[in-house]
């Protein structure tokens, strides 16, 4: 059965081809975690051949580095807080 997670991502695909016009699999749509990276990759795919695509693979590559470099430094700030709390506590 598929969850919610799923199903939503499987209603955001039917409504990009309805609207866009352009086919996109489910994978592609969890690989872009952001709307700015779903973006990059739909608009390197519109502009293809090779060119067009490898920037917009390398600007998609870059922004999920930052969005896991962003996500690591707030698991740091929160086990910091943690510690805190327990020291404290």
């Known amino acids: 059965e598929a969850g919610g997670t799923s199903l939503r991502a499987v209603q955001v695909i039917a409504m990009i081809k309805k609207e866009l016009k ?6 592609t ?4 975690p952001t709307i700015r990276l779903l973006g990059a990759k739909l608009n ?13 693979a ?13 996500g690591r430094r ?5 086990l910091k807080e ?5 020291k404290s506590g």
């Open 22 to 27: 352009k086919t996109l699999s489910i994978v």
């Open 29 to 32: 749509l969890f690989e872009c």
């Open 44 to 56: 390197a795919a519109a502009y293809s051949p090779q060119g067009a695509s490898n920037a917009g």
């Open 58 to 70: 390398a600007e998609i590559r870059g922004q999920q580095r930052r969005h896991k470099t962003i």
């Open 74 to 78: 707030t698991r740091q700030l929160q």
């Open 82 to 86: 943690d510690i805190h709390v327990v």
